[in-house]
């Protein structure tokens, strides 16, 4: 049974984040392709609310401005000056119709391996144990710092206890409260307007409102997870660190389970949004990012770098960075290969080594195999660009675009001097500087003769 989509989601992401020493706000800090905030926003989306409301305070434009960028859609919140989760909760709802009834989640921006599943399963729990309040919970090595979950005589939550408000004998209690939480809509409102700020940190909690549904005789449960690093907040660039490596090392394994296989999994990093077909060999020091596609059968690897780019079946690319580009079917690139934005290689044609390319069409069968400048230049298939050739596209104001026939050959250091075109089938002689077109069927000469001086 899956249960019913909450009407809201709010996302808590005004704290100041002071530990990470940065000027970027903490939940704009990025692991897997996405920033923290972008992964609370995802994990909420998955269980598909009515409105999802994200609450912001510090660098508030930034933030802002992020979210507007990754999901259109969703209610940017001002926290006021008055501190505290409860706080920030509250004004997350500010915003939403006062009579939305049905469940809200209270999530935090900066625990980014949450997934939307573990959100999903809370929901359940909370439509199946009938309770007002469902907290998301778990067993930490180090409670340090967590609020304590205190169970009644039944198992039931009592209440929740700050740190710094524990006693003795809650300070021994390892189960802590995630922060993640599922709430009637009706109990949260009304309760959140009942909590004061009498505690150890002068803050509005937002743990405050379970004691008190509990007291009006509402049924508080906890949802207890073994994965508790899901509810790992990052606070320092350390935990920053240890998130992206079990981020990745996640989406690594998830891709072996579908037949990838993986030399060196630590060596690898795969962004979530990374799409690679069966049978992909990834060598190690391969680091696959943004929206990458890797088709079925490719190698990739070792030592590459691919971001937003579509690697065709069967392809093979070995030590290379590779960006905005388009690799055939079959096609293979490197060693020491620099694609760059705008490339697209054809099925079964080479980019060889020390070869950079930029907005480079190379037609099917076409070969650029040396040390070889290829910007703005389109080249038909089964072309061969011989070593050292320079495509000088830039005249120091304009770019300028250069045309290379199908089945045309190129002799080795030559400079096309664009904007040039060169005809089907047609040939430039060895260490030409080519400034004008060439026919079809006309051999280039464009160099001085040699002179062979006696003495
Ligand atoms: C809170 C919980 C604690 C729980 C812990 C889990 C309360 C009172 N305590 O601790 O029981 O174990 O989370 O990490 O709720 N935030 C705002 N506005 C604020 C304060 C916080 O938006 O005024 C956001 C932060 O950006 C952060 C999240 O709420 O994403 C948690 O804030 P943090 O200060 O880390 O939590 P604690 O209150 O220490
Ligand atoms: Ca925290």
Same mark, same amino acid.
């Given at each position: 049974?899956?249960?019913?989509?909450?009407?809201?989601?709010?996302?808590?992401?005004?704290?100041?984040?002071?530990?990470?020493?940065?000027?970027?706000?903490?939940?704009?800090?990025?692991?897997?392709?996405?920033?923290?905030?972008?992964?609370?926003?995802?994990?909420?989306?998955?269980? +598909?609310?009515?409105?999802?409301?994200?609450?912001?305070? &510090?660098?508030?434009?930034?933030?802002?401005?992020?979210?507007?960028? #990754?999901?259109?859609?969703?209610?940017?919140?001002?926290?006021?000056? #008055? *501190?505290?989760?409860?706080?920030?909760?509250?004004?997350?709802?500010?915003?939403?119709?006062?009579?939305?009834?049905?469940?809200?989640?209270?999530?935090?921006?900066?625990?980014?391996?949450?997934?939307?599943?573990?959100?999903?399963?809370?929901?359940?729990?909370?439509?199946?144990?009938?309770?007002?309040?469902?907290?998301?919970?778990?067993?930490?090595?180090?409670?340090?710092?967590? %609020?304590?979950?205190?169970?009644?005589?039944?198992?039931?939550?009592?209440?929740?206890?700050?740190?710094?408000?524990?006693?003795?004998?809650?300070?021994?209690?390892?189960?802590?409260?995630?922060?993640?939480?599922?709430?009637?809509?009706?109990?949260?409102? !009304?309760?959140?307007?009942?909590?004061?700020?009498?505690?150890?940190?002068?803050? *509005?909690?937002?743990?405050?409102?379970?004691?008190?549904?509990?007291?009006? +005789?509402?049924?508080?449960?906890?949802?207890?997870?073994?994965? #508790?690093?899901? !509810?790992?907040?990052?606070?320092?660039?350390?935990?920053?660190?240890?998130?992206?490596?079990?981020?990745?090392?996640?989406?690594?394994?998830?891709?072996?389970?579908?037949?990838?296989?993986?030399?060196?999994?630590?060596?690898?990093?795969?962004?979530?949004?990374? !799409?690679? %077909? !069966?049978?992909?060999?990834?060598?190690?020091?391969?680091?696959?990012?943004?929206?990458?596609?890797?088709?079925?059968?490719?190698?990739?690897?070792?030592?590459?770098?691919?971001?937003?780019?579509?690697?065709?079946?069967?392809?093979?690319?070995?030590?290379?960075?590779?960006?905005?580009?388009?690799?055939?079917?079959?096609?293979?690139?490197?060693?020491?290969?620099?694609?760059?934005?705008?490339?697209?290689?054809?099925?079964?044609? *080479?980019?060889?080594?020390?070869?950079?390319?930029?907005?480079?069409?190379?037609?099917? %069968?076409?070969?650029?195999?040396?040390?070889?400048?290829?910007?703005?230049a389109?080249?038909?298939?089964?072309?061969?660009?011989?070593?050292?050739t320079?495509f000088a596209n830039?005249d120091?104001?304009? *770019?300028h675009h250069s045309f290379v026939g199908?089945?045309s050959?190129v002799g080795? &250091?030559t400079v096309i001097v664009s904007p040039v075109s060169v005809a089907?089938?047609a040939y430039v002689a060895?260490g030409s500087a080519l400034v004008n077109d060439v026919a079809p069927g006309e051999i280039a000469v464009a160099r001085a $003769?040699? $002179?062979?001086?006696?003495?």
């Open positions: 049974m899956t249960s019913e989509a909450p009407a809201a989601v709010v996302i808590l992401a005004a704290g100041e984040g002071t530990r990470m020493k940065s000027a970027t706000p903490k939940v704009l800090h990025r692991i897997g392709g996405r920033s923290l905030l972008g992964h609370a926003i995802a994990a909420a989306r998955a269980t +598909g609310p009515a409105y999802l409301s994200v609450v912001v305070r &510090h660098q508030r434009d930034l933030v802002a401005e992020h979210i507007a960028q #990754v999901d259109p859609d969703a209610i940017i919140a001002d926290q006021d000056e #008055v *501190k505290g989760t409860g706080r920030a909760a509250e004004c997350g709802l500010e915003p939403l119709p006062a009579d939305l009834d049905g469940t809200i989640l209270v999530t935090y921006g900066d625990v980014p391996l949450l997934t939307g599943d573990t959100l999903n399963a809370l929901l359940e729990r909370h439509a199946q144990s009938d309770s007002v309040i469902t907290v998301l919970t778990g067993d930490a090595p180090d409670p340090t710092g967590y %609020g304590r979950i205190v169970r009644d005589a039944d198992g039931h939550v009592a209440a929740i206890v700050e740190h710094k408000d524990c006693t003795p004998e809650q300070l021994q209690i390892r189960e802590i409260n995630s922060g993640i939480y599922a709430f009637d809509a009706h109990v949260l409102r !009304t309760n959140l307007a009942r909590v004061g700020t009498e505690n150890a940190q002068g803050e *509005k909690y937002l743990t405050d409102v379970l004691a008190l549904a509990r007291g009006d +005789g509402g049924n508080v449960s906890a949802f207890q997870i073994s994965d #508790v690093i899901q !509810t790992e907040g990052v606070n320092d660039r350390v935990q920053l660190a240890t998130l992206g490596a079990v981020l990745s090392r996640r989406q690594t394994e998830r891709w072996m389970r579908a037949g990838v296989t993986i030399v060196d999994p630590a060596s690898t990093w795969i962004d979530v949004d990374v !799409t690679i %077909g !069966t049978d992909v060999t990834i060598q190690p020091g391969t680091q696959l990012l943004g929206a990458t596609t890797i088709g079925e059968g490719a190698t990739i690897g070792p030592e590459v770098t691919i971001r937003d780019s579509e690697i065709g079946a069967w392809a093979h690319v070995r030590r290379a960075e590779v960006e905005f580009s388009v690799v055939g079917e079959g096609a293979t690139v490197g060693p020491y290969s620099y694609l760059r934005a705008g490339t697209e290689l054809g099925p079964q044609g *080479k980019i060889g080594g020390f070869v950079e390319t930029k907005n480079a069409k190379i037609g099917p %069968g076409a070969k650029v195999p040396h040390l070889t400048y290829c910007g703005d389109t080249i038909g298939e089964g072309a061969n660009i011989g070593a050292g320079i830039y120091g104001v304009a *770019k199908r089945h050959f080795s &250091h089907d089938g060895a $003769r040699q $002179r062979n001086i006696p003495g």
